[in-house]
């Protein structure tokens, strides 16, 4: 039996998702996915691991386990509940190769460093120069990236550090709740890239990449999710079933500023072209909402899912990666992942 596959029987995943006495964490993510990042992971005995995203603790319990009695785990959260409970539960459990710690973990934690793996279930806005720098040479990192600067565009990425370099393995669709400064307890909302958000008469917001050149008012991000939210025409998408997950990879690979990104229902999210004049969004849904019948942007959006299915609806996983420097001194320091079809 494969060693997270072993593991996972012996860590009560219950006991630490619904605890009698903290009761159940919203910040946790599925056993399974949780399985696959940590076999991708590669953890082998002895190494010493670091995790950002402490959760629920059920995923360092898993952690702990891999490495052995001989290695050891970091876990840090921004969250002080939720690393305290789990520090508790892991002695309770008598695990004592975890330690928990509050903080913000794009910035890493340089004292328990170098880390032969890391493993990051939140996502940060890009891969931060703190986790490459402290990986030790041939390690691995597996975490998710932004694919495009828009909310909820994600993939999981296997990264190999050699020479202080990263380098991309493979991605795999996926993605986690945004890496914030302070602990996030409205989950429906994006923890990032939000250009303008409305909370009456029902909540909704958008997000667009040609940000940089709207005004301080935010007016063109205002008026797009107007123009979307009363919209004036709405058509069915009259291709196949939506494939949601290839449908977005796609457009961020290819979509360019335009790119938006868009919380119109709260079940739903929606993704197309926008700029300052015009808008045209597709649901998950397969609803495809416009501000005009002959809006430019519906134009283009039709031209995109046209590209797409001529493309044969890709995988996200069989896109070419590449990890782009980027410093803008301000603090922002590291790689973004970026695609090309």
Known sequence: MPPVALAAETVPERHYTHHEGRGATPHRSNPKVIHRELTTLDVRPDMNVAEFGTGSGYSGALLAHLVGPQGTVTSLDIDDYLVRWAGLIHHQ??????????????AGFADRAPYDRIVAWCTPPLLPRAWVDQTADGGLIVAPLPIAAVPNMTLVAKIRVSGCQPSVEAV???????????????????GRWIDWENRVPAPSWISVAWREGDDDLHTGARTTLDRLLNNAHTEPYDGPKLDWPSWRTWAAATAGPQLTMAGLNPDLWALGHSTPTTAAVIQQDATVLADTVDSPSLTALRGWLSAWEDAGRPAPETHRTTLVRYDDGQGADGWNLRLTP
Request: net charge negative; proline share 6%.
């Open 172 to 190: 795999f669709n996926g993605g986690y709740i945004e890496a914030t400064t302070s602990p996030k307890t409205d989950l429906d909302l994006p």
């Open 93 to 106: 459990r008598g695990v004592g190769n975890i330690r928990c710690h509050t903080a913000d973990g794009t």
